[in-house]
Every structure is written in C-alpha cells, then in structure tokens.
C-alpha cells in the first residue's frame, strides 16, 4: 500500500479555464469550504458538505471517493452531471468514459487520479435521500446546466452512477421542476433493499431531480 | 389481532388478545417473563375492563434468542391497547380521527386492580395527567397546524398513549409463586468514618443512571450532612454487599428503599449514643436536620458528634451498644411500584417521499416522589428515543429465504440519533407511592413504555385522510409510501 500523503502537489483547488480543478488527494472538508468551489459551483461544494459526517469528511479525498465507484457515492453524480474531466497521471478521461459499472472504473492497473476538472456552472443542483441507518444516499440526484447543455446524473439507485435522458431533453426545454414532474424511470436493474424497493427508488428519482432543480433554481 | 368490545357510550366490555411471541432460538433468562406477566397482567391499561382473555404462545425460531428490554413487555403491552384504543375512539367519533374528549369518556380505572397473587395495582390520579398533556402539547390549535401543513403539501397526524406499568422488581413472595427462583430485594450499606465522611454501599450499579448522585441525595437529606461527605460505592463485588441488580426500574424505589432503612438504622443507633452524651431518656430524643435534641430543651448534638464517640468509645454505652456506625439492611418490596403517564406525539409526514418527522413530543408522567428531577427528565428523554427507535426506525430483519441476518451492521440497522427526534416536552404529577419509604415510584422505563404507541397512532392519524388503515412497524419511509401508494 502506498501513502500518497506526502505528495503535496496532489491537493488543492485552481480555478482555471472556465471552472474549477481540483487536485486528487483534496479532502471533501476543504471542497465544502473552498471560496472558489462556492463562487463557481456551489452544488458541488453543497454535495462535499454532505458526505458522510465530519470525520469522514476531514479525510476522505476526491480522487479516493471517484476511484472506488462505491454505487452510493456522491461525487459520480456531481462528475457525470458536470461533464468533468478526469486527469491521471497518464491522459485525460472524460465522465462518461469513466463509470463502467459497480465498483469499476476505465482506471487501468496502477493509474491515478490527479485531478478533476469541472466547468463552471450556469445552473447546479444536488438532492440527495439517505438511507437512514448509513446515510449515504439511497438516491442522489446532480442536476446541472453547463456549456454542455442539461445533464442529469443519478447515483444511489442502480449499481452505477447514470444518465436520464428523457428529464435532460425536458429540463432543456424548460429548466423547472414541474417539467420533470410526470417523468417516470423504469425499477428494472435498479438496487433493492430493505430500506428500499427498486420500484421505490424510481419514484425517489423524481422526487430528488424536482427538488435538486428547484436548488439549481434558487 | 385484538378485540376490544364497548358499548354505544364508549364504556369497555371485553378484551380478547391472542399473541405470538418470538423467543429466538434458545430461551434465555426472562425470555418466557416478558410477553407473559409483564405484558398479559398489563392489558387493561388505563380503562376499567371487567373481562380481559389474553393467550400467548411463545415460539422457538431460527432467529437470535431475545430477553428484557427497555419495557420487558409493557411497551408491547401499551401498543396494543393503545392503538385499539385509538382506532376504537376514531370510530366512535367521526369515524376520520381520535379526539381526546373520546379517549377520556373511556372509564378510567379506579386506583386498584386485584391480580391472582393478591397485589393491587397503586393510586394513580389519570385524568390531570392527560389534562397536562394536552396543554403542553397544545392539542387545542393541532388542526390549524394540519392545515398549514396541508398546505406545503404535507400531512399531520396526532397520537396518544397513555400507559400504567409495573416496575421495581418486587415483592419475593410473588416472585416465586410466578415461578421465579431468586428474590428481589435490595441490599445496602451506610458506614460511617470516624471523621464523619460516610460511604454508602448498594446493590444496586449504576451504567449511567447517577445513582452516585441520587443515592448520596437521599443520605444527605435523611442524615441531615453535607453531600460532599457521601460516597456511593457500586459494582465492586469485594466491598458491596451482596444485590440483585440494577433492571425494571428499581434501583430508586428498591435500592434507595433499602438506604433508607439502613439509614434509619444509623439514626436509631444514634440517638442511644446521643441519649448518654446528653444524660437524657432516649424516648426523649428526636432527630431533626442532622441533630439530635431532647425535646422541650435546648440540649443538642450533631449526628458527627455520635459518629466520632462511636469510634472512640471514651463516653459511652459500652455494656448496651457495640462501638461503630455502620449498618446495613436489606429490603424487600411489599408491592411492585405503578409509574403512569401519557405521551402526545405529533408527526409531520411527506407524502413525496414517506419520511416521518416527528414535530412535537410530550409526555406526562407520575413517578411519585421526585428526588432528581434532570435525572428524572433524562430517563425519560432516553426512553422516548428508543421508542422512536422502535417505531420509526429500528428492525433485525432475516432474510426469509436463507435465515440469513440482513441488518447485520450498524449500515443497515437504523439507530435513533439526535436528529431523529425533536426537543422534548415534559410534564409531570406526583402521586407519591404508599408503600415505600421514598415515595418513588420506578422512571427508567416509562419513556420506552408509552412512545411507540403515540407515534404509531400519530403515524395513522396523518394518514387516515388517505384511507391508510395500517402501517406496519417500522414505519419506514419505504413502509408508509408502501401504504399511501397500495404496496407498489
């Protein structure tokens, strides 16, 4: 096992070009409370003050966080939805190359992450339902308007984090919660538990995107 | 399911309970105790009712055995007759929710009940208790704040449970016609130094009750000495005498009873000596506040002083008392204790998403003489969570296919934290128990006893506009969106 704790030049938040970067070893605490997090995104820095407690949140790093693919992780949601790219240390990613399915990334055998780079957004929004004995989200919805147009990514539901496309193209046309109110998803391949059937979990989805849009609206 | 037969005024007329109880796969030490004599003898609750029929069938199963928990049986108790209760005052009234006025109609009991092993059940006062209740928990305004919630989309519901328990494990006697094969009386030991610093040993051990500051409380107050000087010494088999334990409720009214009586030893003890230090007829002496005086005079001396010529003898009885303060005793209760109370829970639930908030929690309650009363409030705040724990929360679940322990961790099984319930609401009325010399009745139970019940019945009243007519416990988020939505 290797410490990367040493390695300064892995931590800290740039803005740069239209957004920000964030390097791979930064902790969620400091996203949370980054001034630049906050003026360019504050979704993003809304999401890293909600994971886990505080404790978790002084050490866990973003770079850890999107490299495990844990399906109940925030931070995929806030990746896919923004478009990011993930930097490491030998090319450049973009988010929907990177998620390939329950604890699994495109990360190849000793890859790393040195960076996330997100654009700012017009428009951003994070709505998240806990489970109520572990509080990670059991439904995580990342709605966001960037220069890449509407994006919608769910995590907490499925093994995975995903895409809806039929509340993008909707919100595209109107970004507001009641554009999406009657916009069902589909239980089939969802995760089901005893705190949440898949049928259930989609209806969640619907709930969150509403609510994470009125955020974005706010 | 239960039956509860009334007539048309509401006056109860029968009780038929048919129960199953999980014991797990091995019985352990009161496994077979709770779901039987502290739940069946408690079924009437609060409302008098001439014929009570209660069976219970205790089941082995592949699951992990089970023992007394916070309530040993009167929560499950409680739950029952306080949920027909509730659905019972719903139809009577205007068939859509419970009101209180339908709940008082019900005939309170009067103060004794007679069991089959000849123990009454204690004066409790009932009605003020609901009357305190409702205004603490400002009943009167609840429908104006269903309809501001209605109108943010959400649903209010209101519940009551009022309970009557038996705690303070209890009289031997009765504990072995029940079959029982220990006693349950309580030890303690009150031994003074010849400095006057007193250490008081007990049976009873404290996890976090403050014993070390109810019992030394107890001592400073009989014994008239500063509580400085009082030290309570628990948990050390080596110098405690020997106790039956600290459970039921019963350290204060058990425990506390038997440092009275030791306490009384000392005093008796006392005035011999403090009747030769002042040259006077003992059935003249009398102890006030920490001293000894001969009455109708102004001769005195402090309890110290008694205390120091015990230990050094020089002026003293020797050929009628032995030299030393320290006595102990033991006690035996001649009846359990009844702590009674009510709860008023108000939630506020989501219909979106089937989150239960609990907005507001009262509870009233009559635990006799109180000698602490934030330790008092505490015991109750603590129950009140695992009420809430019970009810909203909290499930060992199995898979039903492969027996295999789902809520195996902490991740999965839902603890009640602080932010699950709101600030409390307390009350309470004193109707001090006649059988002990405290006065105390037991208070580490009653928040757990009553509390799933009021937030269950509080849980069915935001719903019953829906037409929900049952929501099983825990009423999860996914449990009551389940029932809004016909278990889709």
Known sequence: MVDLNGIKELAGIKVEGNGVTIGGMTRHADVASSADVKAAIPALAHLAGHIGDPAVRNRGTMGGSVANNDPAADYPAAVVALNATITTNNRKIAADDFFKGLFETA??????????????????????FPN???????????????????????????PCVFRVKAMEDALAKNFSSDAIKDIKIPADGLNSDIHGSAEYRAHLVTVMARRAVDQANK | MPELALDKDGKFLALKVDTIANMGAYLSTFSTAVPTYLYATLLAGQYTTPVIYANVRA???????????????????????ESIVSKAA?????????????????????????????????PGNYPPIIDEAIKIADYKSFESRRAEAKSRGKLRGIGFSSYIEACGLGPSRVIGQLGGGVGQWESAQIKFNPTGNVQVMTGAHSHGQGHETSFAQIVSDKLGIPIETVEVVHG???????????????????GGSAIMKA?????????????????????????????FKVAGTDKSVPLGATVFAAYVPHNYPLEELEPGMDENAFYDPSNFVYPSGTQVCEVEIDPDTGVVEIVNHTAVDDFGNIINPMIVDGQVHGGIAQGVGQALLENAVYDKETGQLVTGSFMDYTMPRA??????????????????????????????IAAPAAVMNAVHDALAPLGVKHVPMPATSLNVWQAIHGGN
């Open chain 1, 107 to 128: 990360l190849e055998e000793g890859e790393l992450i040195t960076a996330i780079s997100f654009p700012k957004a017009e428009k951003a929004g994070y709505m998240k």
């Open chain 1, 132 to 158: 109520p004995a572990s509080r990670y989200a059991m439904v995580g919805v990342f709605v966001a308007k960037t220069a890449s147009g509407v994006r919608v990514a769910v995590t907490g539901a499925g």
């Open chain 2, 59 to 81: 089941a082995v199963t592949h699951t992990a055995p089970v023992d007394a928990y916070r309530g040993a049986g009167r929560p499950e108790a409680t739950f029952v007759i």
């Open chain 2, 90 to 122: 719903a139809e009577l009234e205007d068939g859509l929710r419970p009101s209180c006025a339908g709940r008082t109609s019900f005939r309170r009991r009067p103060s004794r009940t007679r069991h089959r092993w000849r123990c009454s059940t204690t």
């Open chain 2, 236 to 254: 050390d088999t080596a110098t405690t005498p020997f106790g039956m334990g600290s459970y039921g409720s019963r350290s204060l009214a058990v």
């Open chain 2, 263 to 291: 306490a009384d030893k000392i005093i008796a003890k006392g005035k011999k000596i403090a009747a030769h230090l002042m040259e006077a007829d003992v059935a003249d002496v009398v102890f006030e506040q920490g001293t």
């Open chain 2, 419 to 448: 932010d699950n319930v709101p600030s409390f609401k307390l009350g309470n009325k004193v109707t001090p128990c006649p059988h002990n010399p405290l006065g105390v009745k037991g208070c580490g139970e009653a928040g757990a």
